[in-house]
């Protein structure tokens, strides 16, 4: 059973995986239409539990739980700036996270809608960055946000300034022996 702790401190795995044609990928979640980040792109991650060993830890367990990735399949690579969540007043600690490419998938329906894997690429061209409306149950009328397309998503918000850090890294090869 789970403990919930008072820690105002979430982690979030940054999965990322090369293609068959070589293409770095980087996989996102869409949240189910409720809670603060209802409808959301999303990297998998939660909220520290007592019960959590360390940060990797919960950003792990968070990915087990949302979308079935083994824990043992996940190599970390880097852990990430912390970034600020304002709806939930929360630092979120990200960490790089290479896997195997071809994994499936177990997306948890309480919590994930749709499991995504944009290229890198596709997350960097700045022509499809601009004021995008992104509607969710919250927001039926929509809000106005900065951010990109996805599919026939909106990715914005923490998702999108943790990318703003990471992506352009990825692209000068950082870490590109780790992610062979």
């Known amino acids: 059973m789970t403990t919930y702790s008072t820690d105002p401190r979430a982690a979030v795995l940054t999965p990322v995986y090369r293609d068959g044609d070589g293409e770095l990928r980087i996989v996102l979640i869409v949240r189910t239409d409720h809670g603060h980040h209802g409808g959301q792109l999303a990297f998998p ?35 990430l700036s912390p970034v600020r969540s304002g709806p939930t007043n929360m630092d979120v600690y990200a960490f790089l996270g290479r896997i195997p490419t071809g994994l499936e998938w177990r997306p948890n329906r309480e919590e994930v809608v749709e499991v995504l894997t944009p290229t890198v690429a596709e997350l960097w ?3 499809i ?38 992506v352009p890294r990825l692209l000068a090869g950082e870490w590109a022996e780790a992610l062979r």
């Open 45 to 79: 991650g939660g909220r520290v539990d007592a019960d959590d060993e360390s940060l990797v830890a919960t950003a792990l367990r968070e990915a087990e739980e949302e979308i079935g990735l083994d824990p043992s399949v996940v190599e970390i690579v880097a852990e």
């Open 125 to 127: 061209d700045p022509a």
């Open 129 to 166: 960055r601009r004021e995008h409306l992104f509607t969710n149950a919250r927001w039926p009328e929509g809000l106005l946000v900065d951010g990109i397309p996805v599919g026939d998503r909106v990715l914005w918000g923490m998702t999108l300034r943790l990318l703003d850090d990471l």
